[in-house]
């Protein structure tokens, strides 16, 4: 069982950034993608951005540009650096692992952790 634990979240004023962190304990191997979701109230959950264990990295549209996801495999870490923050992106913030590599087996689970928030005043 992979737990998760957030850290980072906090206000700020718009135009500002933060730094969201995500340390994954209870895995001994390998982690397969890892992804920072958020939801606003009111909102579905969405996905923010991911990034596979090779490093490769994708966004939602709304963040291009301005957000940033690292990830240290051997601390099973995984950041998202954010910049010039704007209202819209004020959300509950949550770190989501998908399953992990026992060598060349891949064990599928989906471990979510327990949200930060995150506010952007105008």
């Known amino acids: 069982q992979v737990q998760l634990v957030e850290s980072g979240g906090g206000l700020v004023q718009a135009g500002g950034s933060l730094r969201l962190s995500c340390a994954a304990s209870?895995?001994?191997?390998?982690?397969?993608?890892m992804a920072w979701y958020r939801q606003a109230p009111g909102k579905q959950r969405e996905l923010v951005a991911s990034i596979t264990r090779g490093g490769r990295s994708s966004y939602a549209d709304s963040v291009k540009g301005r957000f940033t996801i690292s990830r240290e495999n051997a601390k099973n870490t995984v950041h998202l650096q954010m910049n010039s923050l704007k209202p819209e992106d004020t959300a509950v913030y949550f770190c989501n692992v998908d399953g992990e590599f026992i060598g060349s087996v891949y064990s599928a689970f989906t471990s979510w952790g327990q949200g930060t928030q995150v506010t952007v005043s105008s």
């Open positions: 209870g895995s001994a191997f390998s982690l397969n993608v």
